[in-house]
């Protein structure tokens, strides 16, 4: 398995970017497909992003489409998340996550390692 630590989180105004990272420790990080879910006060978490172990693959929940870009450096053992145009519905705690399979899904359950989480808060 791996540990998972995120950073780059904070308060930014609306339309603002943000960029988060996680940086993952233990073997073989590049053999995990890796994903970005979110957590709002009183709901449950949910998908935003994810990426294939070789990176050349990326998937967006609809709330990310086209503001936000998940990348990964393998070499680096890091995986971000650029995330543009923020607005105030974006505020959360940011979670990463990682899977041992390889087939993608939304489904949080599904994801074997998390990070502790970095909050991302948004004002208007």
């Known amino acids: 398995q791996v540990q998972l630590v995120e950073s780059g989180g904070g308060l930014v105004q609306a339309g603002g970017s943000l960029r988060l990272s996680c940086a993952a420790s233990?073997?073989?990080?590049?053999?995990?497909?890796m994903a970005w879910f979110r957590q709002a006060p009183g709901k449950e978490r949910k998908f935003v992003s994810a990426i294939s172990q070789s990176g050349l693959v990326t998937y967006y929940g609809d709330s990310a489409k086209g503001r936000f870009t998940i990348s990964r450096d393998n070499a680096k053992n890091t995986v971000y998340l650029q995330m543009n145009s923020l607005k105030p519905e974006d505020t959360a705690a940011y979670y990463c996550?990682?899977?041992?399979?390889?087939?993608?899904?939304?489904?949080?359950?599904?994801?074997?390692?998390w990070g502790q989480g970095t909050q991302v808060a948004v004002s208007s």
């Open positions: 233990g073997r073989s990080f590049s053999s995990y497909h």
């Open positions: 996550a990682a899977r041992g399979l390889r087939l993608h899904t939304t489904t949080p359950n599904e994801y074997d390692c």
